[in-house]
């Protein structure tokens, strides 16, 4: 149980365009997901929490414009980059929360690799 | 916010060696303090998980220590094997709807035949 997909797993783009990362836990209702970056050999950086039905909350220095989040059921959540430029190339990784428990447990995706040419 | 410091951030052991992971955390109100494990391009994998009203919790060969008064705890890999290598990421969060888990940094640990 507990499982969270992620598509694409790897994409690669030209600069100025836009592209759509999927969240998705299949066999369990998320209400909370949340989305992180991870550069090479560093560390999870959260990059915004998204509630089902309610507006994301983003960490400081996450541009909201930039990065929009999409929560519209408790199985699925959206990350678009948008006007991609090569400094945003990374590792985007999701988590989901389950929705009712007591635990505070997060659950990953497998990742969507991003490379802005 | 919460800051979670990490060390070593890197360790090397032969196989069947113990390893040992130190975290320290910032804020007094955290209490749940899960560890993950994170294979190259793949995604964390929660390998065990500790809250605050006990100190230490055992899986197999994984255990996780915690002092709440110093604020740190620590991650124990006993017999290691080739398969934990691998990055070990701690975390922290105060548990609750609006909570977050914060990072360490991560340790690479490398397990040598």
């Known amino acids: 149980g507990a499982v969270v997909s992620q598509h694409p797993s790897r994409v690669i783009c030209k600069s100025g365009t836009s592209v759509k990362i999927e969240c998705r836990s299949l066999?369990?209702?998320?209400?909370?997901m949340f989305w992180y970056r991870q550069f090479p050999k560093q560390s999870l950086m959260l990059m915004a929490t998204s509630n089902e039905g309610s507006k994301a909350t983003y960490e400081q220095g996450v541009e909201k414009d930039k990065f929009l989040i999409n929560h519209a059921s408790l199985t699925l959540s959206t990350l678009t980059v948008t006007s991609a430029h090569p400094e945003d190339s990374s590792f985007y990784i999701c988590s989901a929360r389950a929705a009712g428990g007591v635990t505070d447990t997060q659950y990953f995706g497998p990742g969507t690799r991003l490379t802005v040419l | 916010g919460e800051n979670v410091e990490q060390h070593p951030s890197t360790l090397s052991v032969q196989e069947g060696d113990s390893a040992v992971i130190k975290c320290t955390y910032s804020d007094s109100a955290s209490n749940y303090f899960p560890w993950y494990k994170q294979e190259l391009g793949k995604r964390p994998q929660l390998i065990i998980d500790?809250?605050?009203?006990?100190g230490e919790k055992k899986d197999q060969r994984i255990a996780v220590t915690l002092n709440k008064t110093a604020k740190h705890f620590s991650l124990h890999i006993t017999e290691t094997q080739p398969e934990d290598s691998a990055v070990y990421f701690c975390a922290a969060s105060i548990t609750g709807t609006a909570s977050k888990l914060t990072f360490g940094t991560g340790t690479r640990l490398q397990v040598t035949l």
């Open positions: 500790i809250r605050s009203n006990v």
């Open positions: 066999d369990f209702q998320a209400t909370t």
